[in-house]
T-cell receptor, first 114, second 114 residues
């Protein structure tokens, strides 16, 4: 069965700290896609990144970076020099290749204090 | 660009009432789906569709019906609302022909059943 685990329910940091959000996934598919979404207090879901199973390159986008490791089935997300605006719930998701269904983790609530 | 449009944004129902949550997308996406978001449980798939005329059940389908008569629309029907259906509902669409793209989400519908 496919599953996504975000073990960290809630993380609190002070502004400018670095923070890593963990994501572990399970799938038997050889082709799959992983995503991170951000849900700010306003409630909408904001797409951050996707990664396919054949591309293990890490990615950096400004203060955001992602570490994809197939060997440990992990797709972790790091925010460098966090800011108050980063406060949100972050979801990791796995997409079923055949049906496009998204399997979400339970989310990690990040609170960044000034 | 409208993207995915959900209506209404907020709704209060009495137990036993029925209603339809509307979802429309203007991106000609084949895949559409409905999720519900409950505290501590992430987003869970209710129903999904891989094209007009084709629907299937997700993880939590009980109490909900869907139909897909056109590519653009994917309404979600609550037949007899129950307090357990109090939740935030998200509709999503994605392009099945281009799996390396993200799912686009509507703004969400906050439903309260009293």
């Amino acid at each position: 069965a496919q599953k996504v685990t975000q073990a960290q329910t809630e993380i609190s940091v002070v502004e400018k700290e670095d923070v890593t959000l963990d994501c572990v996934y399970e799938t038997r598919d050889t082709t799959y896609y992983l995503f991170w979404y951000k849900q700010p207090p306003s409630g909408e879901l904001v797409f951050l990144i996707r990664r396919n199973s054949f591309d293990e390159q890490n990615e950096i986008s400004g203060r955001y970076s992602w570490n994809f490791q197939k060997s440990t089935s992990s797709f972790n997300f790091t925010i460098t020099a966090s800011q108050v605006v980063d406060s949100a719930v972050y979801f990791c998701a796995l997409r079923d290749y055949n049906t496009d269904k998204l399997i979400f983790g339970t989310g990690t609530r990040l609170q960044v204090f000034p | 660009n409208a993207g995915v449009t959900q209506t209404p944004k907020f709704q209060v129902l009495k137990t036993g009432q029925s209603m339809t949550l509307q979802c429309a997308q203007d991106m000609n996406h084949e895949y559409m789906s409905w999720y519900r978001q409950d505290p501590g449980m992430g987003l869970r798939l209710i129903h999904y569709s891989v094209g007009a005329g084709i629907t299937d059940q997700g993880e939590v389908p009980n109490g909900y019906n869907v139909s897909r008569s056109t590519t653009e629309d994917f309404p979600l029907r609550l037949l007899s609302a129950a307090p357990s259906q109090t939740s935030v509902y998200f509709c999503a669409s994605s392009s099945g022909n281009h799996p390396n793209t993200e799912a686009f989400f509507g703004q969400g519908t906050r439903l309260t059943v009293v």
